[in-house]
Each structure stands twice: as C-alpha cells, then as structure tokens.
Nanobody
Framework: QVQLVESGGGLVQPGGSLRLSCVAS????????MGWYRRAPGKQRELVAGINRLGSTNYADSVKGRFTISRDSAKNTVYLQMNNLKPDDTAVYYCNAGGVITGYWGQGTQVTVSS
C-alpha cells in the first residue's frame, strides 16, 4: 500500500510559479513510475507530466517548456515545478504512483491561476 500526500497548490497570478510536492509512504517508491495529472472543471483528467524510476520524463504538449517534473528518492518525493502559469492551468492536480489503472492516487491539490 502506498499513500500519497500532495501540497503546494494555491492561487497565483498569470505568469507566476508554483511548486507542487508529493510525498509517498513505503519503501517501493523508488521503483514506481510517478506522474502528475490534473482535472479542470468540466474536463477529463489528463496527464501533465510523468517520470519513471530511471528519471526519464514526458510532458503534455500544453506544459512543455513551462513545467518540470523531478523526483528525490531519498525523500520519497516527486515535484512539479510550474512556471509561467496560465489561466488554463487551473485545475485540481493529482499525484499518481504506479500508473492509472492499478496505481495509487493522492487527494489532490487545487491550483488556481487568476488575476
């Protein structure tokens, strides 16, 4: 069993930055692929960024060049650095460990980009 706790969301103006953190319980963290997903009002959940156990990353086209995912195995933590935020980035952001179908999810953290 893996428990994920996200933090770092909030209200930010367009062009601003936020860093989301996801702390995972358990010793299996270092072998799981990790991902950040988001769900905006009225839209389906989408993958924002993913990172595998070797550190390879992938991003949604809409966030490439603005967001960076990273992981610190010593701290059992995955991060999402979000720069140049846009109103379209407003959503609840969820951390995932182990994939969509059989993996684990955090409770979500709200990110609101508004002036």
């Amino acid at each position: 069993q893996v428990q994920l706790v996200e933090s770092g969301g909030g209200l930010v103006q367009p062009g601003g930055s936020l860093r989301l953190s996801c702390v995972a319980s358990g010793s299996m963290f270092r072998i799981y692929p990790m991902g950040w997903y988001r769900r905006a009002p009225g839209k389906q959940r989408e993958l924002v960024a993913g990172i595998n156990r070797l550190g390879s990353t992938n991003y949604a086209d809409s966030v490439k060049g603005r967001f960076t995912i990273s992981r610190d195995s010593a701290k059992n933590t995955v991060y999402l650095q979000m720069n140049n935020l846009k109103p379209d980035d407003t959503a609840v952001y969820y951390c995932n460990a182990g994939g969509v179908i059989t993996g684990y999810w955090g409770q979500g953290t709200q990110v609101t980009v508004s002036s």
